[in-house]
């Protein structure tokens, strides 16, 4: 046998043991679980996540209004106030606060314009995750917020 007809295999196993190496190196540097995405503040991996969707009814339970010190001239106080939420019916069972779930501070001027008092019934839907390490929940309400 020539010397060329015995290095022709070698050659051709060593550029497919190449070409697999390569293959096998980048599927493993692909791995999905190193998308992170922002979530209340904390880091959480990605997707794909499944989620279930089910109603709820709330109550505000309470409004507790912190005094911030500032005053606009125009629009009063800006005075903080924390929306305390007590789980009528459904299965989910989210944040205590209003402000939790919109992760944002509320002024007098918002809780007058949408008429929140003690007592009001809220109702909505939430996405709670069932499959992955996504966001753990999505809340929406049937009724709009004007801000």
């Not at 996540?49 to 309470?62: G, L, M, R, W």
């Not at 989210?94 to 509320?106: A, R």
């Not at 929406?140 to 801000?147: A, E, I, P, Q, V």
């Amino acid at each position: 046998m020539k010397f060329a007809e015995l290095s022709m295999p070698i050659i051709h196993n060593a550029i497919l043991s190449f070409f697999v190496l390569a293959l096998v190196i980048s599927v493993a540097s692909c791995n999905t679980s190193q998308n992170v995405s922002e979530s209340n503040g904390v880091r959480q991996k990605g997707g794909p996540c499944k989620y279930q969707i089910s109603p709820f009814k709330v109550e505000i339970a309470e409004i507790i209004i912190t005094p911030s010190g500032i005053k606009d001239s125009i629009r009063g106080d800006k005075d903080l106030h924390t929306i305390y939420l007590n789980y009528l019916e459904g299965a989910y069972q989210g944040p205590q606060t209003l402000n939790e779930i919109y992760q944002t501070d509320f002024d007098s001027a918002f809780v007058s314009r949408n008429k929140l008092v003690k007592g009001t019934v809220l109702t909505g839907k939430a996405k709670t995750i069932t499959q992955g390490t996504c966001k753990p929940y999505v809340v929406w309400f049937d009724r709009h917020f004007s801000k």
